[in-house]
């Protein structure tokens, strides 16, 4: 029972995580208007921040275990992952803010994306496997990302909109290609 319980809270922070993932770029959107991109990520990481050193404390014997790899590992991923490309997609939508309506959905549209891109890349670059049921929920991750971004509303209005949707393919295909190029360099 006490593993029940245990699951049931993990689920609840992992739908909690994702509802404030999904909504993010709405704070930042409204923040746009009085702050810079590097002043909200810079503010996004102090909180973090605030929550992460008391559990890195809490934790401290554990940190002791790490090798020097491990801690490049983990200031790649914090650096890089995080705080630049948090800086860019802020930045994205900042430009996107000022260009219409639609360039903010093609970065929404990609923001939305990213962990399908995630997954997919740790099949082929870490060779894991794809979670269980994955061909079922990839369908309905690609309508649940569609409804979130546009809405039931009809994204293609024009030309530059039909250029917009060709260049999101194209950034697809482009991680799927250094896939490929990698996958096949193993043999």
Partial sequence: ??????THKTFWFIVIGAAF???NPLFRLLLLNTMTSLQIVFIEHIILAFIAVPLLWKFR??????????????LFISWGGS?????????????????GTGQINSVLLLQKLQPLFAIVLAYFLLK????????????IAIIGTYLLTFGFSVPI????????LGSLYAI????????????????
Avoid: N
């Fill in 1 to 6: 029972m006490e593993q029940h319980q245990g």
């Fill in 21 to 23: 993932w999904g909504v």
């Fill in 61 to 74: 014997s554990d940190l002791k275990k790490l090798s020097w790899r491990d801690v490049g590992a983990l």
């Fill in 83 to 99: 705080a630049i490309a948090t800086i860019l997609f802020t930045q994205g939508l900042t430009y996107a803010s000022t260009h």
């Fill in 128 to 139: 894991e496997s794809f979670p269980r049921h994955f061909g079922i929920y990839v369908p």
């Fill in 157 to 164: 209005g024009g030309a530059s909109d039909i250029l917009q």
């Fill in 172 to 187: 697809g295909l482009q991680p799927s290609g250094v896939v490929q190029r990698s996958w096949a360099e193993c043999f």
